[in-house]
């Protein structure tokens, strides 16, 4: 089989955030925004790493460089922040390259190795908030509010309930699939055909499961929400706190500085002062001794001279 890659990108809006005072709140929302909303059976969260995280519903953050794995008859519904749910299947590995949220464009990154996912979200398309699904086998884009991607050995399905997707496989000739119809790429083979009617019942009973996860757990959203908001207000203010910390110490430290060098600078001067002090008495013994030796020569030799006009007197 030749190894391709699938690209996703599902451009979406929070069904809760849609006056544009909760887009500004939302848009404080930090980077690393999903929880696991609900699960059955058994889900195995695991970090970079690879350590088993415990994995407890409205509880467990994921964040980026996570792993999720359901076995046979597991499945784990993701809140994201804006709101989305994402239905982690049974029998599914899906890792977490990035969840990015607020402050302009928003993309978050998801590898879906082996298994099935459903990605829905309510009201308008907005243009700037995008999710990257990728896969082993086929490339598409997505627009539209709700979709299932499943991935086998050798093969890749995209079912679009809403919206439209631009794709295939990675070296094909892209191809428009619309709401109602699908996306087949195997190996390097692309078709769009359309949903058979029991494709188009269970992606309807799919989206109803879904959607009154959303509705009964709306207060329950809302207020895990709220706390991703607050968090990321107090992360931002304890990041101004240090910086203010760091900012006072980095002063200080250089007025201690400051203290020492002229410190120094004060013993220098009082070092060479006493240098100079010290070489000027040098110079003025030096002086005084060698005058005192030419004085001693000058008598020597006087007291030669003499010796010697006494000595010529006598003969």
């Given at each position: ?14 069904p809760?955030?849609?006056?544009k005072?909760?887009s500004?709140?939302?848009?404080t929302?930090g980077?690393?925004?999903a929880?696991?909303?609900l699960?059955?059976?058994s889900?195995t969260?695991k ?6 995280i415990p994995?407890?519903?409205?509880v467990?953050?994921?964040?980026s460089d996570h792993t ?7 499945y784990?519904d993701?809140?994201?922040s804006?709101a989305?749910?994402?239905?982690v ?9 990035s969840i990015?949220a607020?402050?302009g464009?928003?993309?978050?990154k998801?590898v879906?190795?082996?298994g099935?996912?459903?990605?829905k979200t309510?009201?308008?398309i ?5 999710i990257?699904?990728?896969?082993p086998t086929?490339?598409?884009g997505?627009?539209?509010?709700e979709?299932?991607i ?8 995209v ?15 892209a ?8 996306l087949?790429v ?5 078709s ?8 188009l019942d269970?992606?309807?009973e799919?989206s ?6 959303v509705?009964?757990?709306k ?6 929400l709220?706390n991703?908001q607050e968090?990321?207000?107090?992360i931002?203010?304890?990041?101004e706190?240090k ?24 013993k220098n ?6 240098v100079?002090?010290?070489t ?7 002086k005084?001794g060698?005058?005192s ?23």
């Open positions: 089989m030749n190894v391709k890659y699938f690209l996703l990108a599902l451009l979406l809006i929070s809760f955030f849609t006056c005072k909760s500004e709140n939302q848009s929302l980077s690393t925004q929880i696991v909303f699960l059955k059976g889900v969260l970090d970079a790493s690879g350590k088993v994995v407890e519903p409205k467990t953050r994921i964040a999720i794995e359901t076995s046979k008859s597991s784990a993701i809140l994201l804006d989305s749910i994402i239905r299947y049974q029998n599914t590995k899906l890792q977490i390259q990015l607020g402050n464009a928003d993309e978050s998801v879906l190795t082996t099935k996912l459903f990605l309510e009201g308008k907005n243009k700037e908030r995008s990257i699904v990728t896969t086929t490339v598409a997505v627009r539209g509010t979709f299932i499943e991935e086998t050995e050798n093969q890749s399905t079912l679009v309930g809403d919206g439209a997707v631009e794709g295939g496989s990675l070296n094909g000739e191809k428009v699939v619309s709401a109602g119809q699908k087949d195997v190996d390097s083979n692309a769009v055909t359309s949903m058979s009617r029991e494709e269970s992606f309807k799919e109803q499961s879904i959607a009154s996860i509705s009964d757990g207060a329950e959203i809302q207020n895990i709220q991703f968090e990321k207000a107090k931002l203010k304890t990041m706190e910086k203010s910390d760091n900012s006072k110490l980095i002063e200080d430290k250089k007025e201690e500085n400051k203290v020492l060098i002229n410190e120094q600078i004060d001067k009082d070092q060479m002062n006493s100079k002090t010290g000027s008495d040098k110079a003025t013994e030096v005084e060698t005058a030796e030419k004085e001693k020569i000058q008598n020597n030799a006087k007291s030669e001279m003499e010796k010697l006009k006494s000595g010529f007197k006598d003969m």
